[in-house]
């Protein structure tokens, strides 16, 4: 059974850290494309970050310079490491490798 758990959500300050892991079960996450995507309350879900299986990676302008996509496929696990975060960072954090999707994890940046 494929399955996508992120965790590592949680309240920070403006200008904190956090890492989010998506852990993977299910399939070798090393063969594919992994995202991160992001819903804000009100907003539409909004893709932020994506790597290959290449390694290449891709980063929405809000967040380039900020946020990292790594994967390690020894734990078959892909990460997000969130740096100098803002309120506007604010949302629900999920992964996914279409079409299966986890079940999200909260980031809340307030002060």
């Known amino acids: 059974q494929v399955q996508l758990v992120e965790s590592g959500g949680g309240l920070v300050q403006p200008g904190g850290s956090l890492i989010l892991p998506c852990a993977a079960s299910g399939f070798t996450l090393q063969s594919y494309a992994i995202g991160w995507f992001r819903q804000a309350p009100g907003k539409e879900r909004e893709g932020i970050s994506c790597?290959?299986?290449?390694?290449?990676?891709y980063y929405t302008d809000s967040v380039k310079g900020r946020f990292t996509i790594s994967r390690d496929n020894a734990k078959n696990t892909v990460y997000l490491q969130m740096n100098s975060l803002k309120p506007e960072d604010t949302a629900v954090y999920y992964c996914?490798?279409?079409?299966?999707w986890g079940q999200g994890t909260q980031v809340n940046v307030s002060s």
């Open positions: 790597t290959s299986s290449d390694g290449s990676t």
């Open positions: 996914t490798v279409p079409p299966n």
